[in-house]
């Protein structure tokens, strides 16, 4: 079973992929803010992150960052799940590394096939 971070600051928008996640035999773990989803990736070490891009504390970009730069995380398959969706954010968070960029609103059944596309390639 994979284990998925949630990373958005819309409580909604948590439930709502937690459901989604639970439904095709994904576990998740969630987070509110930046700072919240550093700390989750730590202590669960997640199989892929869905990571908002506007958060408090931490935005997902430098979420991002974080995880780029550190040796366990690296590699950690990353969508981005936002409402920005300026050439600019996107090609930024794609030279980050995000792995995909999808914006809200969106549809759920792209999300995980693109998700399900990530994890296969792990």
Known sequence: M????IADDEPMMRELLEARLSQRDYSSISAADGREALARLEDSDPD???LDAMMPV???FEV????RASAKHADT???MLTARRGEKDIVSALEIGANDYLVK???PEELFARLARLLKRT
Request: hydrophobic share 55%; net charge positive.
């Open 105 to 107: 609103p969106f549809m």
């Open 2 to 5: 994979y284990k998925i971070l």
């Open 64 to 67: 991002l960052r974080q995880m």
């Open 77 to 79: 398959p990353v969508i």
């Open 48 to 50: 892929a992150v869905v």
């Open 58 to 60: 931490h935005d997902g």
